[in-house]
């Protein structure tokens, strides 16, 4: 047998090993990086928790609703049934009805981010006027076309009013194509924003 001929007889094996490169290949990269001491993911539906409208960040509004959604979506699933959760929709809709939440909210917002604690004055009584204890922030780090692949990373805080401090903070990332070969192409935002979020909100309950 030539070499020609070898090397012919060779290519659709290897091709054939290839082919299941070609599905969606999305990597979650999701961490925790802080927990403070005493506090348990748990006591937040029991206290109370509120998530906040997603920042934007380096997102666009769109994303950033869409980013929304999903938190809610999958928190509903941990805490069905057990106390008070208020949806970034349900926060929105009542910043838009209520001056002193909007005016509280204007202060907070452009402080959701990893290198901010600012604006956390406005914390207290933004959570005091809707009940709750505890509020869920996110900003959208990062969502773009990163070494050829959609990346979104998702920063996320939570604030306990009552104590007046970041009790846990976490990163939901995913990271992906939609093709990995044949040739590679980047998945949409909408492939791999769900890997983020559900990521993220398992890092917080730790599985």
Same mark, same amino acid.
Request: charged letters at 20%.
């Given at each position: 047998?030539?070499?020609? %001929?070898?090397? *012919?007889? @060779?290519?659709?094996?290897?091709l @054939?090993?290839? @082919? ?5 290949s /999305?990597n979650?990269l %999701?961490?925790?990086s ?8 748990l %006591? $937040? ?7 906040t409208?997603?920042?934007?960040? %380096?997102?666009?509004a769109?994303?950033a ?8 979506a999958?928190?509903?699933? *941990? ?7 208020? #949806? #970034?929709?349900?926060?929105d809709q ?6 002193? $939440?909007?005016?509280?909210w ?7 981010s &990893? ?6 004055? =406005? &914390?207290r009584?933004? =959570?005091?006027?809707l009940?709750v204890r505890? $509020?869920?922030?996110?900003? /959208?780090?990062m #969502?773009?076309? =990163?070494?050829?692949a959609?990346?979104?990373?998702v920063? =996320? ?10 009790v ?16 590679s ?7 791999v924003?769900?890997? &983020?979020?559900?990521? @993220?909100?398992d890092s917080?309950?730790?599985?």
């Amino acid at each position: 047998m030539t070499l020609k %001929s070898l090397t *012919r007889n @060779l290519v659709f094996p290897i091709l @054939l090993l290839l @082919l299941p490169s070609c599905a969606d290949s /999305i990597n979650n990269l %999701s961490k925790e990086s802080y927990m403070a001491d005493g506090f348990s993911p748990l %006591s $937040l539906t029991r206290d109370g928790v509120a998530i906040t409208p997603t920042a934007a960040g %380096s997102g666009t509004a769109r994303e950033a609703v869409a980013i929304g959604a999903l938190l809610n979506a999958e928190m509903k699933k *941990r805490t069905t049934g057990h106390g008070i959760l208020l #949806a #970034a929709s349900q926060v929105d809709q009542r910043i838009g009805k209520d001056n002193t $939440l909007a005016s509280l909210w204007k202060e907070m917002a452009p402080h959701i981010s &990893a290198h901010s604690v600012r604006g956390m004055e =406005a &914390a207290r009584s933004f =959570a005091r006027i809707l009940g709750v204890r505890f $509020l869920f922030e996110t900003q /959208i780090q990062m #969502a773009e076309i =990163a070494g050829g692949a959609e990346q979104v990373r998702v920063y =996320a805080r939570i604030y306990d009013t009552r104590k007046d401090r970041i009790v846990w903070e976490g990163i939901g990332e995913g990271r992906g194509y939609e093709k990995i070969v044949f040739p590679s192409s980047p998945a949409t935002f909408g492939v791999v924003a769900p890997v &983020a979020v559900r990521g @993220l909100v398992d890092s917080l309950y730790g599985h």
